[in-house]
């Protein structure tokens, strides 16, 4: 019941692009076309779940028992970087095919804020779905935790380049053209979202 | 410039980066380290008085049923606690700093942390009626709906129920620790 | 020379301002602007990472090898951050807790490892500095307006001073808010910039 929660609560309530504001750059960067803001969902889907297991685990075994929490957003950031790099040599080599569908999208989510953004959520803040009393997740929880998060930054993603396929064929006036009425879009979107306020 | 991109030389360039890096962020945090402590001890302790009976010293923080609290003795015997309190309310975790008396009752709360609708469930830091009710509270943890007493905030019937659940769980550890002695 | 001084300060306010212009740096501008102190304390805290980090950065990259170039410059903004955070721990924890993640995450804004790509390594340490105190003013001045904005029509005040009593549009201190002020701000940007 409390990874039912923990998913709904990720992906629709406390959406990560349209109520908590990571990873916008990219959310607004390649969404024009429907076909890259799925391989870019995808990309950011399969680092943000590795990279919150192993910064999870850095945090817990490394950082912890040395007492070097404040080298937190280093070390991570660090960690993030390097294991961008090491899925893109991977994934090279292992899977030419995955490579060509997500490879082009690997550099870009370095400095995408919605990774370190999870990494940091998941160590730091205290949850409590349903009636438990509030504690930090473990790990099965940060990893169910960042795995949902970051299929919500797939839906909004995915339902925001479909609407902006639509409105690059639409009469916009012209100062409004390009990110303006797409801030505007996505400020719609943010609205229909927080109908799911309050339900877990 | 086949000297300076050598395997070498990137590896010696990041090491010495490292290392610098590494120093100075050792030896702010030793530097910041105190301040910070105090920093945090003085937002405690502020709250603590600001929900306990004037008088009375403050004791270290202590354990129990996963709650932190506090005591505050006057010659020797307990007049009342402070409990840290936390539940989840409508937009994320509601943490309040809890005064109460040995026989139960509330002296005083105050919200430490909350995530709630700012204009809805954020009035639950400023809403006058709600929060002078809790001053002296004595009677059923539950908001009027639910048949209890306490007066929920217009709109905001979930942060209420949360805020009451957290000053109930407070009231329950201390019933519970005068139990034991 | 005094001239092109002035030109690195006064170009991030209007010509390559960070957030109008350059579209840099969404996550925070969003985020933090709820009132119009939010936004100015995130601001200061950028522009304190960002000039400190484009003097080291303009002083070292001479002698980093072009492959290193990106996990280095990390290193040191990095460090700069963390610098920050526990400046900000013990002097301005009630700062520290209102911005909460979005400190942390300076190391992963767009405008930081710009500047340093684009003009710190290319430049020496003072105009450098002065790049970074003009982009960072004119990223602090656009979170500032657009916190001013969000303040008055969501809480109807501006710097905690209140002129209108009891509520405003609670939209505008949400999310949806954040989205549309920003929109409609870019938007009259556009029109001033064009004549």
Redesign the interface.
Known sequence: MEYFLIIISAIFVNNIV????????PF?GVSGKLSTSTGMSMAVCFVITLATVVTWLLNRYLLIPFGLE?????AF??VI?ALVQMVEIVLKKVSPSLYQALGIFLPLI????AV??VA??VV???????SA??HMFNLAESTVYAFATSLGYGLAMVLFSGIREHLALSDVPK??RG??????T???M??A??GF??IV | MAAKNSILSMALCLTAVCLV?GAV?GSV?AVTKSPIEEAAAAEARAAIAEVLPEGGTISEAMQAD?MEYYCSLADSSVVAYAVKS???G????L?LMVGVLPDGSIWNTKVLSHSE?PGLGAKCTSDPGFIAQWKGFKGNFAVRKDGGDVDAITAST?TSRAYAKAVAQASELVLSLNKED | MAGKNWSLITKGFFKENPTFVL??G??PT??TTTSALNGLEMGLATLFVLVLSNIVISLISPVVPDKVH??VY??VI??F??VL??LMQAYTPAAYRTLG?FI??I????II?GRAEAFACKHNCWESALDGIGIGLGFTASLTVIGIVREILGSGSVFGWKFIAGDGIL?FV???????V???L??LF??IA?K
């Open positions: 349209l109520a908590q504001f990571l990873g916008i750059c607004l404040f080298l937190q957003t280093i950031i660090l970087a370095t400095t995408n804020c370190l953004g940091i959520t730091t803040k205290e949850f409590s779905f349903g009393v509030p100062p409004f990110l303006p009425i797409a801030l505007i996505v400020s719609i943010a609205m979202f927080l306020s309050g | 890096c962020l945090y996963g936390s539940t989840g409508f937009g994320g975790l943490t609708t979930i | 579209v840099l969404m996550c969003l985020a990106i996990p990390i290193v990095a460090t951050v963390t955070q526990l993640l942390p995450l190391v992963v804004n767009c490892l939209a949400m999310a949806p808010g954040a989205f549309m920003l929109g409609y870019l938007v556009n029109k064009k």
